[in-house]
């Protein structure tokens, strides 16, 4: 009986007028969305592929596909609800450990759909978006590599948002190569021709103008200029002993006391874009797995959604914004009496 | 992309095959009716020509604009039905929580005996080593009676860790207020622990980082200790114990690599890791919020992992 229901509830569903009626309603709750602030930057972890591939008794690989169609789904939204930056952890280092099998499957269905996508120029150019990966590319195969050059390199100029791969990614190992490349930047020495004065010209000058006046001020009477005569001497000795190593060998660094949360973040691989608004996982996992942990740490939002990646659609998302809607405006509302619904919970 | 069936079941066929079964030609035409207006840019574009040459196209453009403001009506009425209706679930919803957060709090009320915290927590198969909280000061430093709550607050919570055998608590606070008062906030622990526990409870350590730790020996004055009850150690964290701290660490880097002590290629995921590990924490098996919603408000990012 419930077979039965169920296949008619189907057949409702897929039948031409509601599939209509079902786009068009879409179309209208994605038109109101926009009518509020909506958030600029959204983070996904897509979770749950292998545990839906599992409960539905489909190959893990499958798993995969239709997560990769609920991806295609959730961007279409945001692009089209106006959201600028999209980031989606596709792989992480760690996923490395996984069954050969199936890193090899990802793998590949990375570079089929990436290399898809290169073949459809055009129509990426009328959502205007464009792909960065983000993550470290030694650990990615060459012919992978090539398929995300190509992609990355056909979007460079769609401006007016971004989908962030993020592909072999930590964020720990984020966080170390911004490191990295801060003391990199902060370890060139700077260059000594920077400006026009030399230096030794300079010491020389006041030399011979020190020898100049001393002979004259030595005719002066009181004992307090011959001091002066004497101090100016000291300090162009000094200025003499100082410039080789100033100057002379090109050492001069930066000053590592000027680095600043800035430098780091603008070095990090999300450096440019708006701050991170809320960071949606699904498959009621509450961790971070080592995801955006730089990014999320201050305003951001966290959602916890127990829907698993390939379910993940409209009706589960449109709560999410809705609420951070609701909270915006309640922040501008009322700025500091938000202490009033505050949940006490129960350590046990 | 794909939305209805029909066109869902060609594209399932075709990614089988590893897009082989289709052109890319097909498969654009596939797409076609699902696809959104090409950019508005050249829109307009195309249709300032067309004003310019033939008049009568003014009207069609003056229809489409009525269309579209009628649209955009139609979507700011729907914008606030469901924002007007989503207030008043979320009222519901808290309403709800803090009904059912109280009658928690009655039935299984602790009353300041271990072995009932103890009972509680049997059910559970694993208890995290190490406990994260964030909690806030409510009324933004002004008069002592935020403090007061906060302070009473972390002892409470000592408390509870220590009854429940975690052997160490970190306590997030955005301010840094507390790491003025550690001194007192470790009085308060001690005696919130005597009362928990009597006299006799095993040592509690209160530290920050940057800040000399505090201390008390355990009191074993007749040995007689509560066996699950464990030595605990609390640290106190705020702001600047996050971003701040993984500048401070890049400054010194960059320091050493001036001075040539350091090279670049050393600097490593597990060094950073040790080094932060090291100055503020290591990283906490659970972290708990004690708000509506999840907002990390500057927690150390290296260690919410």
């Known amino acids: 009986m419930s077979l039965h229901l169920s296949q008619l509830r189907k057949w409702i569903l897929e039948s031409p007028p509601i599939e209509w009626s079902i786009n068009q309603l879409r179309e209208m709750l994605i038109g109101a969305l926009r009518q509020g602030p909506i958030p600029q930057h959204i983070a996904f972890v897509m979770d749950g592929n292998r545990r839906f591939a599992r409960s539905h008794k489909i190959e893990t690989v499958e798993g995969h596909n239709l997560g990769f169609e609920a991806l295609a789904r959730i961007l279409e939204i945001c692009y089209k609800s106006g959201v600028k930056v999209v980031t989606v952890y596709a792989f992480s280092i760690e996923n490395f450990k996984r069954s050969k099998y199936e890193v090899d499957a990802l793998m590949d269905m990375a570079k089929i759909k990436l290399s898809q996508l290169s073949q459809h120029g055009q129509l990426l150019e009328r959502y205007g978006a464009c792909i960065r990966v983000l993550g470290q590319r030694d650990l990615v195969k060459p012919d992978v590599l090539k398929a995300v050059d190509k992609a990355v390199e056909m979007t460079k100029n769609n401006g007016d948002c971004v989908l962030n791969i993020c592909f072999p990614y930590t964020s720990r190992d984020e966080i170390t190569g911004a490191i990295k490349k801060t003391v990199d930047e902060y370890s060139k020495p700077l260059s000594a021709q920077a400006r026009p004065f030399s230096q030794t010209r300079i010491t020389q000058k006041i030399r011979s103008k020190n020898l100049d006046a001393s002979p004259l001020r030595a005719d002066s009477p009181t004992p307090s200029s011959n001091s002066d005569v004497d101090d100016s001497f000291s300090s162009t000795t000094t200025l003499h002993t100082d410039s080789p190593n100033g100057g002379g060998e090109a050492s001069i660094y930066p000053d590592p006391e000027t680095i600043t949360t800035d430098t780091i973040e603008s070095h990090l691989l999300t450096a440019g874009d708006p701050p991170l608004d809320l960071l949606v996982r699904t498959s009621g996992v509450k961790r971070l797995s080592d995801f955006m942990l730089w990014q999320c740490h201050e305003d951001t939002e966290l959602v916890f959604l127990d829907c698993l990646w390939p379910e993940f659609d409209l009706w589960n998302f449109l709560p999410v914004l809705v609420e951070w809607q609701w909270k915006q405006k309640h922040l501008e509302d009322k700025e500091p009496a938000n202490s009033v619904k505050n949940l006490k919970t129960k350590l046990t | ?305």
């Open chain 2, 1 to 305: 992309m794909p939305v209805a069936k029909r066109e869902t079941e060609i594209y399932r066929r075709d990614a089988k095959l590893n897009h082989n079964l289709l052109t890319p030609a097909e498969r654009e035409k596939l797409l076609e009716p699902y696809l959104p207006e090409p950019p508005t840019r050249q829109n307009s574009k195309a249709k300032k020509g067309s004003k310019v040459r033939v008049l009568p196209a003014e009207e069609s453009h003056s229809r489409l604009g009525i269309r579209k403001f009628l649209k955009n009506q139609l979507h700011a009425l729907v914008y606030v039905i469901i924002h007007t209706v989503f207030s008043i679930y979320i009222r519901f919803r808290v309403a709800y929580h803090g009904v059912k957060d109280r009658i928690f709090a009655i039935l299984y009320y602790h009353h300041r005996t271990p072995e009932l915290i103890q009972k509680d927590v049997k059910g559970l198969d694993r208890i995290p080593t190490h406990l994260s909280v964030i909690l806030k000061l409510e009324d933004g430093g002004k008069g002592g009676a935020g403090l007061e709550t906060l302070v009473d607050e972390v002892a409470e919570i000592s408390a509870w860790c220590m009854c429940v055998g975690i052997p160490t608590l970190s306590v997030y606070e955005k301010t840094g207020i507390l790491k003025g008062y550690v001194p007192a906030t470790h009085r308060a622990i001690t005696r919130k622990l005597s009362s928990y526990l009597g006299p006799d409870h095993p040592a509690v350590s209160l530290r920050a980082p940057h800040v000399p730790s505090i201390e008390s020996a355990a009191t074993t004055t007749t040995g007689e200790i509560i066996s699950f009850a464990k030595p605990l150690s609390v640290l106190l964290l705020s702001a600047e114990d996050g971003r701040d701290s993984i500048v401070d660490l890049t400054k010194t880097l960059a320091d050493m690599a001036q001075r040539a002590k350091l090279s670049s290629t050393d600097i490593s995921v597990d060094l950073v890791d040790a080094e932060l590990a090291e100055s503020v924490m290591g990283e906490p098996d659970l972290l708990v919020l004690f708000s509506p919603i999840v907002e990390l408000s500057g927690y150390p990012p290296w260690q919410c992992f």
